[in-house]
């Protein structure tokens, strides 16, 4: 391997698109970023705009080609997205029918509820692994078809994709595909399966016909068309943001647990060949599909988590900015009894109450802003509390949690879920995984690496936080978030 070759990443998040390049043996080289617009046009709707996110992320990717000094010197590209938000688009205009439908949007709730009371959900989940809720994309288009002026009448020419499938197909000029990971958080793949499921698609009434071709998380996709970058890249890797910080953290045997802390916050546990089934409301995933073997995961969905702290930042006023939680979480002792319940878009795992909202208890005249912050720190350690009892309930127990993701990097907040959870917790040195998990895959269908094992150079190495909480102070925090949940 030469030192003059990369990989480059493009990595589709809620807020923002990055594209990153990294050396050939994982060491990150530059990065480019831009924010993505959040579109709030009701309570409970979240949208964003398809085109800008193309632009947007063509434009970071051309600062990193040039970076590198051209498009001879990138080995190959690889992609991860926010999931389950969809894009819908014209096949002969290539332009989007409308915003994008974002995955933390709840506005397909009365759909969901409908084939819930229908007695649906068992099956859906028995074949998908997931629950009927809003959450995943299915719902998002069907409302699509039944909203957006002409959709319905395109016939074979509407399109449906997740956002790497948006992005595969701006790249390539109309490659049109999505890769397992990504796949399995619709509602229309069971996890086994090798295409849509016809009867999902029917039961959800979507058209086959408007879904991408489904392929492996690493192999040959396709090239980018040459004008974009001046030559033709390969692009080798594909996979939903969450399973590539799952394989970015290097959780490739069985049991091996990751918790990325973004907008959202999701735990995935890697388990092996063997889907899995819940019965605490976790849900089952594809992890990945690499050299013909398909990996699945136990997955814990928590929707709020580095979007509380941005709302407590830009619609509260409550901070600066998000670097200053940690320095007042540090300057009170305790949450002097505040405690908030972060549903600002429902509760997702384990408690799955989408009409469920935030709440602030505990106030008193004693609270200061400090406290507060400190209680919305904490929520994540009490809800990944929570959700530790619901993995080892279905016999995927934590012994150790590996941290990931930008809120990751506040010390704080890594040592609260260790003492709360009363595990170590190991923290990489690079916290932005998911863009690594998607190298890795890039390298490997690129050819540079056989297997994810033999990519165990690409991870990043880690800091151990180690609990210290003494057992009565849990008991008393954990008694106190129990009672704010009223559950």
């Keep these: 391997m030469t030192d003059n070759r990369f990989l ?12 990153i390049l990294y050396s050939l043996t994982g060491d990150v080289i530059a990065a480019s970023q831009e924010d993505i617009t959040q579109h709030y ?13 193309w632009d947007k992320t063509l434009r970071c990717a051309r600062a990193m080609v040039e970076r590198a000094g051209g498009a001879d010197r990138i080995e190959a590209i690889g992609v991860t997205n926010q999931r389950e938000t969809v894009v819908a688009w014209d096949r002969s205009t290539g332009k989007p029918l409308c915003r994008a439908i974002v995955w933390q949007d709840r506005r397909t709730e009365a759909q969901c509820r409908a084939l819930r009371d229908a007695g649906h959900e068992p099956a859906i989940q028995s074949a998908t692994g997931l629950l009927l809720d ?16 002409g959709a319905s009448a395109l016939g074979n020419r509407l399109a449906f994709g997740t956002v790497e499938s948006w992005l595969v197909w701006n790249l390539t000029g109309g490659a049109h595909i999505t890769d397992v ?74 049991g091996q647990t990751k918790a990325t802390l973004g907008t959202g916050a999701f735990v995935l546990a890697n388990m092996g060949q063997t889907p899995p089934k819940s019965e605490h409301r976790l849900l089952g995933t594809v992890l990945c599909e690499v050299g013909g073997t398909r990996t699945f995961a136990l997955e814990g969905s928590v929707f709020v988590a580095g979007s509380l702290v941005k709302w407590l930042r830009d619609s509260i006023g409550m901070l600066g900015n998000a670097a200053e939680s940690e320095a007042l979480a540090r300057s009170v ?38 406290h507060i912050i400190r209680a919305s720190l904490e929520s994540v350690a ?9 993995f080892a309930a279905d016999g995927a127990g934590w ?40 190298a890795v895959l890039a390298a490997i269908g690129a050819g540079l690496y056989p297997s994810l094992e033999g990519a165990e150079a690409m991870v990043s190495s880690t800091q151990v936080f180690s609990p210290q909480m003494a057992a009565d102070a849990r008991a008393t925090r954990l008694a106190q978030w129990k009672a704010a949940l009223g559950l």
Aim: charged share 15%; proline share 7%.
């Design 8 to 19: 480059l990443v493009l990595d589709e998040g809620t807020t923002s698109t990055r594209a």
């Design 399 to 438: 012994s150790v949690l590996r941290l990931d993701g930008g809120m990751s990097a506040n010390d704080w907040l890594a040592q609260d879920i260790a003492d709360v959870l009363g595990i170590p917790c190991e923290r990489p040195a690079d916290v932005e995984t998911t863009a690594r998990g998607a």
């Design 181 to 254: 990971s990504n796949a399995s958080r619709t509602s229309l793949f069971p996890l086994t399966a090798q295409t849509w499921d016809e009867g999902l698609c029917d039961l959800f009434g979507v058209p086959c016909a408007a879904l991408p071709e489904i392929v492996a998380s690493a192999g040959a996709f396709g090239t980018t068309k040459p004008e974009l970058f001046g030559a033709a890249i390969p692009i080798t890797g594909l996979a939903g943001d969450q399973q590539a910080a799952t394989i970015g953290q290097g959780c490739f045997a069985h």
């Design 382 to 390: 009490n809800v990944f509390h929570d959700l530790a009892r619901a």
């Design 41 to 53: 046009p009701a309570p409970g709707l979240v949208e964003h705009d398809a085109s800008e996110i």
């Design 333 to 370: 002792p305790d949450s002097g009894g505040v405690v908030v319940v972060p549903a600002l878009s429902g509760l997702g795992a384990p408690y799955w109450l989408p009409d469920a909202r935030g709440s602030i208890t505990g106030l008193s005249f004693a609270t200061t802003r400090a």
């Design 134 to 149: 809003p959450y995943f994309s299915a719902t998002k288009m069907a409302w699509i078809l039944n909203n957006v002026g």
